[in-house]
């Protein structure tokens, strides 16, 4: 089963978004402290519309949390700074998926030691695609090679 991490998430309509997703494909979401909301948020529950109950949703302390958490499974960084597009990775049941913050991405140290992905941007100027688009792209690619 694929999970979604969210490192540091800031802006809660994106995080309402891809819990909406995640609700959506029965998908685990994974947020890791510091958030830049309260996770009771109205914007927050705003853009997961009426879908909250159907996500499983937990809030883990610090990266070390996750990694508890995610034993096992192989951590996929979704990152501006690889070059390995994201449609040629070969995903596997268990994988989770990384995403950083919005005016950061994801730590360096995480990226490094991990297997790190990027979405091709076509223009030069444009450096990277909304959290919530970019958490969507990826899990519905790695959702599509695992014929789920």
Not at 27 to 50: C, M, S, W, Y
Not at 86 to 112: H, M, N, T, V
Request: one cysteine or more; a neutral charge; glycine letters at 6%.
């Amino acid at each position: 089963m694929l999970q979604v991490a969210l490192i540091y998430p800031e802006i809660p309509p994106n995080t309402g978004n891809i819990a909406r997703t995640c609700a959506a494909t029965n998908t685990h979401l994974h947020l890791v402290e510091p958030l830049g909301f309260e996770i009771n948020d109205r914007q927050l529950k705003r853009a997961g519309i009426d879908y909250w109950e159907y996500v499983n949703v937990t809030v883990h302390a610090n990266i070390a949390s996750l990694r508890q958490a995610s034993q096992g499974g192989r951590w996929v960084c979704f990152s501006a700074h690889s070059s390995d597009d994201f449609r040629k990775f070969e995903y596997q049941d268990g994988d989770w998926l990384l995403f950083g913050s919005e005016s950061k991405g994801l730590p360096k140290e995480i990226i490094a030691n991990n297997h790190a992905v990027c979405i091709p941007m076509e223009h030069s100027k444009v450096r990277s695609l909304n959290l919530s688009v970019s958490a969507a792209l990826g899990l519905f690619e790695a959702r599509r090679q695992l014929g789920i």
